[in-house]
């Protein structure tokens, strides 16, 4: 795992891989899958995240003003589509990483808990905008931190060849993933 | 091309792939490639979009009030990276469509020209939001007509299996794009 330079943070996401996000409040904490997260600026970095209003993941991101992106890899597969299946609020007296046996490890400058085993993540501050969040469910955020998996992710590039395992995926419909394939 | 229900426009973004917008004002036409597309929500279906503010794509759509996302595909990498290459200003006299021998097809909504050869349109009208679109350059837009190729696109998702040039794809940086890969 290493950090990544600001100018390259967009770069992990330019490519529409689905994510999770984490968030985490007080002693809540909580993830979901996430495919509409798209990079909106270099330096600072911004992104955006549609979040419905009824998840868990908003109260708390919402609450706490911050949230973490994860690249999850096609050897979590089964994990993605486990989480995207459930509402934490559905899960009285535990959480979903606890259910799942989900590890995690400290951000650096957030309180949401990193996954372990993703290949990508980012940590993410809100930029208040009331209008797109009441409106469309569109939160926009800056990167205040951002890492990834230097086994295919370095020199501000994805390099997959060699890890088919580690390859982001991608979200098509009902629970169908396509893992980012071979270069063109 | 098959014309796609509103409830599964979405799904021809889920997974990411980079696209082409392009727009039209008066006489004037021109084509750019974008990865920084997102779907925004379900029904009506509608997308953000992030395009900057010096670029001439922009100035047509602002001026029409309409552009095309375009998915192109596996077999026209090399035309992807020339008009993601120069911009329409510098090509005095004529056009990009005309410079690269891109043809078109007339979209049914909309006044932006679609490319031939791609393996989805999807034609959208801006919602004023002069806030996101001056502080960001991020457009919403509403999906009037979304269309596939279905020998790609059908029954609400996509199929490669059968089609590696028709896969859709996904720029990581630098003009270096990966191919939709396998189902995982």
Chains 1, 2 share one sequence.
Not at 30 to 54: E, G, R, Y
Request: include cysteine.
């Amino acid at each position: 795992m290493k950090p990544i330079e600001v100018s390259h943070i967009a770069r992990l996401l330019n490519h529409g891989p689905t994510t999770l996000i984490t968030s985490s409040h007080a002693d809540k904490r909580n993830i979901m899958a996430a495919a509409w997260v798209c990079a909106l600026d270099f330096n600072p970095a911004k992104v955006t995240v549609v979040i419905d209003s009824k998840t868990y993941t908003r109260e708390l991101m919402e609450a706490e003003g911050t949230f973490a992106i994860n690249l999850p890899c096609v050897q979590q597969i089964e994990m993605v589509k486990q989480v995207g299946a459930i509402s934490g609020r559905d899960l009285p007296g535990t959480d979903k990483f606890a259910e799942y046996g989900i590890a995690t490890f400290a951000a650096h400058k957030i309180s949401a808990p990193l996954v372990e085993g993703c290949v990508g993540w980012l940590e993410c501050k809100i930029i208040s905008e009331p209008h797109n969040q009441n409106t469309y469910d569109l939160f926009i955020a800056e990167v205040v931190a951002a890492h990834a998996d230097e086994r295919v992710f370095s020199e501000g590039r994805w390099h997959f060849d060699d890890h088919d395992a580690l390859r982001t995926v991608h979200h098509i419909a009902g629970g169908v993933f396509f893992a980012t394939g071979q270069q063109c």
